[in-house]
């Protein structure tokens, strides 16, 4: 059985994030992911506030610029988190939003080529590694850190585009994608990403966000069209819209069972188990719901009741 986790959203007030994080592990989820979006609440620094209050959880953040981060310095304070709460965290790098970027003169001249730069020396260090290079991004002059953590934080890279899911098969722990990859679209960045086999030979690990509404089905797909409306409106998707037969913007009122199918997990109990095994079939290792509403809390709650115990009694009997 693939990990299952929840996203406290971007535009939630931080200060119920504590409340959030124990809930989540009392509800028996694996991790959580938090969102670093400008100009709301910093990714780190949420991270910190989940691990702090929670004992088993694991905590990801998604994602960090590289653009915005100097590598030795996010490096130090990965490795501190690294330290205080073994292998509980997992930290996802990309490019940040284009127009974020502009505003804040964080955009490199190649985002791509400082992208693997960061993740290179930021694993390097991690792994107690005496770092030198002369980027056209990151420039390090024999920098180590003083106590790299004895279990160093997963590092993975967050992109959609083939070059990006490349690199992270060269060059990271593991893959995060967002929401609206569905399952054929995960298969397929799963075979990017090892094609050729990993340097490492370590397993690649993928991280996928889906949508959740779990709800009568005509209201939880008209919830659903929404999102995709929201999604194909930013111009920023074009491999998983293509791999998900979504040409345009969906018309109004409930997206099709079947477009839904290939989106996300939303539905009934029965559609929403079924939509995760889809998953899980495509490579999912980690499958993280995002819930649609402003009922998130309520979103999760019903889905750890309604759909967990029975994925678990699934996985049980397959065993």
């Known amino acids: 059985?693939?990990?299952i986790g929840i996203v406290f959203p971007a535009h939630a007030p931080a200060?119920?994030?504590?409340?959030?994080a124990s809930r989540a592990e009392a509800l028996g989820y694996e991790e959580i992911w938090v969102v670093e979006d400008c100009f709301l609440s910093g990714g780190l620094t949420l991270a910190t506030a989940a691990l702090a209050v929670t004992e088993r959880l694991r905590v990801g953040v998604g994602l960090l610029p590289a653009a915005v981060r100097n590598a030795a310095i996010v490096a130090m304070e990965i490795a501190t988190l690294g330290h205080l709460y073994p292998g509980r965290l997992s930290v996802a790098f990309g490019h940040g939003v284009e127009s974020w970027m502009q505003q804040i003169g964080a955009r490199p001249a190649r985002r791509l080529g400082a992208l693997g730069e960061v993740v290179t020396a930021v694993r390097l260090l991690l792994a107690g590694e005496t770092v030198t290079?002369?980027?056209?991004?990151?420039?390090?002059a024999s920098v180590a850190l003083?106590?790299?953590?004895?279990?160093?934080p997963a590092i993975l890279i967050g992109t959609t585009g083939p070059q990006g899911i490349a690199m992270a098969g060269r060059r990271a722990d593991g893959l995060l994608l967002p929401e609206g990859c569905g399952p054929t679209f995960v298969a397929h960045a799963k075979e990017i990403a090892q094609t050729p086999p990993r340097p490492s030979?370590?397993?690649?690990?993928l991280v996928v966000y889906t949508w959740l509404r779990i709800e009568e089905d005509d209201r939880a797909r008209l919830a659903l069209t929404d999102a995709v409306a929201h999604w194909v409106g930013s111009g920023l998707y074009s491999g998983p819209m293509r791999e998900a037969g979504i040409d345009t913007s969906p018309e109004p009122g409930a997206i099709s069972r079947d477009a839904a199918d290939r989106l996300a997990v939303v539905g009934s109990a029965e559609h929403c188990a079924e939509a995760v095994h889809r998953f899980a079939d495509a490579g999912a290792e980690r499958l993280v719901l995002a819930a649609i509403g402003?009922?998130?809390a309520q979103q999760y709650e019903r889905f750890a009741r309604e759909v967990v115990p029975g994925l678990r009694d699934a996985e049980t009997a397959t065993q």
């Open 1 to 3: 059985m693939m990990s």
């Open 15 to 20: 200060q119920a994030l504590p409340a959030f």
């Open 133 to 140: 290079t002369a980027g056209s991004f990151v420039t390090l």
């Open 146 to 152: 003083e106590r790299p953590p004895a279990l160093a």
């Open 201 to 205: 030979g370590a397993p690649l690990e």
């Open 294 to 296: 402003s009922d998130y």
